[in-house]
């Protein structure tokens, strides 16, 4: 089957632009994850939907980050007036929803969207 | 509050030597534990975890991990390592609680060469 599918897989975009990355979950999972992963850093957790809703946004850097999910399946990250430190991969993940008897069912991860703001 | 350390930024072995990559933990009670591997330009895909039972967790590409909660760690191993097993390597604990269950905390990642 399909896995988790994200777009666009390389984004070039100037400083100050706004950009949109796409996350297309795992059929039937509810929960989902966005993380960014720059050069040299770990894996930064950025917020974490439970279909449509985010009970965790506590990982979004600044409110320039906004994420949102629609019909608990497709979710748009979206950051504002980009800046040069929002260069890394941005990494989205989905899962069957934890605590439903599926006791911490593993993450599956897209390729990824390298963002590069110049 | 959760969290992993992965001691070692860089590991090298020659293939068909034993590996080991190293874990410890913090947790307030019993941990989830995993183990993910990460090739060139990809995203992230799963190892093993480590829920509650045997010490021993086996999973794929031949490889296992080891929960040790006196020393608050869990390896991951190898027992004969393989040119195409040379990856960037993440170890995670999961969120128990609220609104932080299911999530993954990760290390920082080690980075795995084995060389031919």
């Known amino acids: 089957g399909a896995g988790v599918s994200q777009s666009p897989s390389n984004k070039v975009t100037e400083k100050g632009k706004d950009v949109e990355l796409r996350c297309d979950p795992i059929?039937?999972?509810?929960?989902l994850y966005w993380y960014r992963q720059s050069l040299g850093q770990g894996l930064e957790f950025l917020i974490y939907?439970?279909?449509?809703?985010?009970?965790?946004k506590s990982g979004l850097p600044s409110d320039r980050f906004s994420a949102e999910r629609t019909g608990g399946s497709v979710s748009t990250l979206t950051i504002q007036r980009t800046q040069q430190e929002d260069s890394a991969v941005y990494l989205c993940?989905?899962?069957?929803?934890?605590?439903?008897?599926?006791?911490?069912?593993?993450?599956?991860f897209g390729n990824g969207t390298r963002l590069t703001v110049t | 509050a959760q969290s992993v350390a992965q001691p070692e930024d860089q590991v090298n072995v020659a293939e068909g030597n034993p590996l080991t990559v190293k874990c410890t933990y913090s947790?307030?009670?019993?941990?989830?534990l995993f183990w993910y591997v990460q090739y060139p330009n990809r995203g992230l895909q799963f190892l093993l975890k480590?829920?509650?039972?045997?010490?021993l967790v086996k999973g794929s590409y031949g490889f296992e991990a080891e929960f040790n909660k006196s020393q608050t760690s869990f390896h991951l191993k190898k027992p004969s390592a393989l040119v195409s097993d040379s990856a960037l390597y993440f170890c995670?604990?999961?969120?128990?609680?609220?609104?932080?269950?299911?999530?993954?905390?990760f290390g920082r990642g080690t980075q795995l060469t084995v060389w031919p």
């Open positions: 939907f439970q279909g449509n809703s985010a009970p965790d």
């Open positions: 059929s039937g999972h509810t929960a």
């Open positions: 947790v307030s009670g019993n941990p989830y």
């Open positions: 993940a989905s899962s069957l929803a934890p605590g439903t008897g599926r006791v911490n069912s593993p993450l599956h």
């Open positions: 480590y829920i509650t039972g045997d010490n």
């Open positions: 995670a604990v999961a969120g128990r609680r609220g609104s932080t269950l299911g999530r993954l905390y």
